[in-house]
């Protein structure tokens, strides 16, 4: 592809890459260096992870803000230092005598505005440093906890064995909602332990996995989509008149109202993207102007 292009690639993930790994993947393929990642993917998890080329790359930060869909795998019986099957398990407790009801009856008390505890292996920062990097460095790291909304959480099957039991769910969160917190919380409510041990995620925001191609694939056939399309299906749109739009390419206020309590994408006559604006008092001003 010309690498002068902008736009946005809907990766599906494997599991064993970091999301880094796949930013530096797309640079290689579209031949710039100006690409990143909207919403970091564990190496273990897979799915859909939104890759912005170019002037795309100013948008990542607004797109990383919205509802994400996940299918996951919870394990009772076991907890882990990680909160999933990358870490050492710290205790192992019977869960043969539970019950796919007990399971279910368990699960709404994480559905709704929850006040959620990030994993100590999270990439949340504590005092400038990544959560991660400090629990890495022999640190024990304990973060607060912060409200998240669980928009459902639907248990889709109950696999049991010898050693415990087997979970499978689908989540649709808000950003900052951490699955593997889910799955440990679950656990510790029903008095085993839990941890996950499949992630893929299947949705941020209108992007799906139908929208997602592999890192193979895009070698081949490199599929970006355009920031105009992108803008249209992500935010709420307003339609400038030809002055207004003017306006707009020099970063000035708008004296209009929006109508929208989010960033809103703002179009010119033509319906092509021009910037984001959010509605401050009587006034519209710019977030992110990329025209």
Known sequence: MSSDRSGLVVVDKPGGMTSHDVVARI????????????GTLDPM????????????????????????AYDATIRLGAATTTDDAEGEVVRRTAAGHLTEQDVRAAVPRFVGDIDQRPSAVSAVKVEGRRAYARVRAGEEVELPARRVTVH?????????????????????????TYVRALARDLGEVLGVGGHLTALRRT?????????????????????LLELTDVAQEAFPTYRLDAEQAAHVRDGRPLDVVLGAPVPVAVLDPDGTFLALYEQRGRTATAVAVFA
């Open 45 to 68: 998890a897979t799915g859909v992870l939104l890759v912005g080329v170019n002037r795309a790359t100013r948008l990542l930060g607004h797109l990383a803000l919205t509802e994400k």
């Open 203 to 223: 949705a941020v925001g209108p992007f799906g996995l139908d929208r997602a191609h592999s890192l193979d694939v895009l070698a081949d056939r490199f599929e």
């Open 152 to 176: 459902e959480l639907r248990v889709d099957g109950v696999r049991r064995d010898a050693d415990g039991l087997d979970v499978d769910v689908s989540v649709r969160c808000s950003s900052g």
């Open 27 to 38: 640079r290689r393929i579209a031949g710039t260096r100006k690409v990143g990642h909207a």
